[in-house]
């Protein structure tokens, strides 16, 4: 069970409100109308796209009760799924919810509903889809709608049909249609900020000559209807790769409302590779990242914002490849303070590819819906939940010394090196590999002491002992020497979560990375992350 602290300590995680002000686009950074100010954005999925098309969870607890949950585990915004047919097929949008749900026998569902949402029994599934997003809306939470799919089925496989523009359920003409119906539908709806424009295009079809007609078709549909929304363009090869847009400019009739979206996940990536080359892949994965759609925020004269709008774990914690995957993921989106949705908050299906209440592990909620299923995960999402960075800040960039295996961040506390919630936080400057890891606006340094033995902050930055070098691929393990001129990586103590210097694990004597090695170095993984506000 949740307790009143973690509650409190999860409310404060988040950093923007659905306001009745659009959004709009200022370089890498999404920002709101009315003040010009950043607004970040910390969602999670929630899927209404399955085949009986109603949001998951409603016949397991009452509609106010789930988004109060997803405020209170922290985030600010719902990735909302729809499919194509729910608006443009008068047979499925019509239908009834109760209607829906006895076409596919679902009594326990109907019987759930009704107990917990009787209002929505005879809404129509359209109807209904409407009426969560205005629940969303008065709690405070921003909306950005998603076309999952164009007939309502689980998603994705590269043979469902739903792929890519041409395939048997994926008629551009209705595609557009469908985009123009939902824009037109939900203008006027304050907490909806932005459109997704098409889940995970992928399959046999896929090319980058169809994906630039249309999607631009797509972008301009969406914005002729609805000029508020920001509209969120999503990659080829399952939202994996948007590489192309560095030879090709994404053409539009508009200005100031592009975002581009893209998934990371650790699918396809055998287990063992991240067993026993952690350091290796964690770097192979985020250069991938970078050069496939993280380059897109950097652009000297043409940057956007990019949108994580798919990420997760199976949260039951037994995976140990993901754990390490989410590690490495933590770190990068960290440092690049990018906007993103964790999929997923259903912690069950009323349906899925044929099982009834089938459980769903990527879930923040359990399969009753009563409460998170792995709080520990949730509270190391709490740095990527902040607003790190902030264009219109005066302040001074300065650093925070995250630990993304704990989800927390170093804080010296009379002259002690210990792990605490990142918005307490010490300030360091920036650090140059081989350099000096320095407190902001103080004399302090941070320093080896010794093999097992706490860092210490002093005055002494001039000795080898302050003298921090990246001694890893992932970027991630900060060694200096001790007195004997040997290096010590920092390290989290598994036992005590305390902070010491340690040999380096899964890293050779001359500092180079083992090709392989059963040792996890997590612990030992640290990102200075930028920060002004």
């Given at each position: 069970m949740v307790t009143n602290y973690l509650v409190v300590f999860l409310l404060l995680q988040i950093v923007a409100f659905c306001s009745s002000s659009p959004l709009s686009t200022n370089s890498r950074w999404i920002v709101d109308d009315a003040s010009g100010k950043r607004v970040k954005l910390a969602c999670v999925n929630w899927a209404s796209h399955l085949e009986p098309m109603i949001a998951e969870g409603l016949e397991k607890k009452p509609i106010n009760e789930i988004i109060k949950k997803i405020s209170e585990t922290g985030f600010n915004c719902v990735r909302f799924t729809w499919a194509t047919y729910m608006f443009t097929r008068p047979d499925y949008g019509n239908l009834k919810v109760s209607e829906s749900l006895d076409k596919y026998n679902l009594s326990a569902a109907k019987a759930g509903i009704a107990k917990n949402n009787p209002q929505f029994l005879e809404m129509t599934v359209v109807e209904l889809h409407k009426a969560v997003v205005s629940e969303l809306g008065k709690n405070k939470v921003m909306v950005v709608l998603d076309n999952h799919v164009s007939r309502p089925t689980w998603c994705c496989a590269g043979n469902d049909g739903n792929g890519f523009f041409g395939d048997a359920y994926f008629d551009p003409s209705e595609w557009l249609q469908g985009l123009a119906a939902v824009a037109t539908t939900y203008k006027g709806f304050p907490e909806v900020v932005g459109m997704s424009m098409r889940n995970e295009l992928r399959g046999g079809r896929q090319n980058v000559p169809d994906w630039y007609k249309y999607m631009q078709d797509g972008a301009n549909t969406i914005h002729a209807q609805s000029p508020d929304f920001l509209v969120i363009v999503s990659g080829l090869y399952t939202d994996t790769n948007l590489g192309y847009l560095r030879s090709k400019p994404f053409a539009v009739n508009f200005t100031n409302k592009l975002v581009f979206e893209a998934h990371w996940y650790t699918f396809g990536i055998p287990a063992k590779s991240w067993t026993a080359q952690t350091n290796n892949l964690c770097a192979t994965v985020t250069k991938r990242a970078r050069d496939n759609y993280f380059f897109l925020t950097t652009a000297a004269n043409n940057s956007f914002p990019v949108f994580i709008s798919e990420f997760g774990i199976d949260e039951s914690g037994e995976r140990v490849a993901e754990s390490r995957y989410i590690t490495c993921f933590l770190a990068a989106v960290a440092e690049n303070d990018v906007d993103w949705a964790l999929w997923t908050l259903q912690g069950?299906?009323?349906?899925?590819?044929?099982?009834?209440?089938?459980?769903?592990?990527?879930?923040?909620?359990?399969?009753?819906?009563?409460?998170?299923?792995?709080?520990?995960?949730?509270?190391?999402?709490?740095?990527?939940?902040?607003?790190?960075?902030?264009?219109?800040?005066?302040?001074?960039?300065?650093?925070?010394?995250?630990?993304?295996?704990?989800?927390?961040?170093?804080?010296?506390?009379?002259?002690?090196?210990?792990?605490?919630?990142?918005?307490?936080?010490?300030?360091?400057?920036?650090?140059?590999?081989?350099?000096?890891?320095?407190?902001?606006?103080?004399?302090?340094?941070?320093?080896?002491?010794?093999?097992?033995?706490?860092?210490?902050?002093?005055?002494?930055?001039?000795?080898?002992?302050?003298?921090?070098?990246?001694?890893?691929?992932?970027?991630?393990?900060?060694?200096?020497?001790?007195?004997?001129?040997?290096?010590?990586?920092?390290?989290?103590?598994?036992?005590?979560?305390?902070?010491?210097?340690?040999?380096?694990?899964?890293?050779?004597?001359?500092?180079?990375?083992?090709?392989?090695?059963?040792?996890?170095?997590?612990?030992?993984?640290?990102?200075?992350?930028?920060?002004?506000?």
């Amino acid at each position: 069970m949740v307790t009143n602290y973690l509650v409190v300590f999860l409310l404060l995680q988040i950093v923007a409100f659905c306001s009745s002000s659009p959004l709009s686009t200022n370089s890498r950074w999404i920002v709101d109308d009315a003040s010009g100010k950043r607004v970040k954005l910390a969602c999670v999925n929630w899927a209404s796209h399955l085949e009986p098309m109603i949001a998951e969870g409603l016949e397991k607890k009452p509609i106010n009760e789930i988004i109060k949950k997803i405020s209170e585990t922290g985030f600010n915004c719902v990735r909302f799924t729809w499919a194509t047919y729910m608006f443009t097929r008068p047979d499925y949008g019509n239908l009834k919810v109760s209607e829906s749900l006895d076409k596919y026998n679902l009594s326990a569902a109907k019987a759930g509903i009704a107990k917990n949402n009787p209002q929505f029994l005879e809404m129509t599934v359209v109807e209904l889809h409407k009426a969560v997003v205005s629940e969303l809306g008065k709690n405070k939470v921003m909306v950005v709608l998603d076309n999952h799919v164009s007939r309502p089925t689980w998603c994705c496989a590269g043979n469902d049909g739903n792929g890519f523009f041409g395939d048997a359920y994926f008629d551009p003409s209705e595609w557009l249609q469908g985009l123009a119906a939902v824009a037109t539908t939900y203008k006027g709806f304050p907490e909806v900020v932005g459109m997704s424009m098409r889940n995970e295009l992928r399959g046999g079809r896929q090319n980058v000559p169809d994906w630039y007609k249309y999607m631009q078709d797509g972008a301009n549909t969406i914005h002729a209807q609805s000029p508020d929304f920001l509209v969120i363009v999503s990659g080829l090869y399952t939202d994996t790769n948007l590489g192309y847009l560095r030879s090709k400019p994404f053409a539009v009739n508009f200005t100031n409302k592009l975002v581009f979206e893209a998934h990371w996940y650790t699918f396809g990536i055998p287990a063992k590779s991240w067993t026993a080359q952690t350091n290796n892949l964690c770097a192979t994965v985020t250069k991938r990242a970078r050069d496939n759609y993280f380059f897109l925020t950097t652009a000297a004269n043409n940057s956007f914002p990019v949108f994580i709008s798919e990420f997760g774990i199976d949260e039951s914690g037994e995976r140990v490849a993901e754990s390490r995957y989410i590690t490495c993921f933590l770190a990068a989106v960290a440092e690049n303070d990018v906007d993103w949705a964790l999929w997923t908050l259903q912690g069950s299906y009323i349906l899925r590819q044929g099982k009834v209440n089938l459980e769903e592990a990527f879930g923040v909620l359990d399969i009753n819906w009563d409460h998170p299923r792995n709080t520990t995960f949730l509270s190391r999402l709490q740095i990527v939940q902040q607003m790190n960075q902030d264009f219109t800040s005066k302040k001074p960039t300065y650093y925070k010394m995250f630990h993304p295996l704990s989800g927390q961040c170093v804080q010296i506390v009379k002259n002690e090196t210990v792990l605490a919630n990142c918005k307490d936080a010490s300030r360091w400057d920036q650090h140059q590999d081989g350099g000096l890891i320095k407190l902001a606006e103080g004399a302090g340094c941070l320093g080896v002491a010794g093999d097992g033995a706490a860092p210490r902050v002093s005055s002494d930055c001039s000795s080898n002992g302050s003298k921090w070098k990246i001694v890893s691929s992932s970027g991630l393990h900060l060694a200096a020497q001790d007195g004997k001129g040997e290096y010590l990586c920092l390290e989290v103590n598994a036992s005590d979560s305390k902070l010491v210097t340690k040999k380096c694990l899964c890293v050779a004597d001359n500092l180079t990375n083992l090709r392989t090695c059963a040792d996890n170095p997590q612990p030992q993984w640290f990102k200075l992350v930028p920060a002004n506000v």
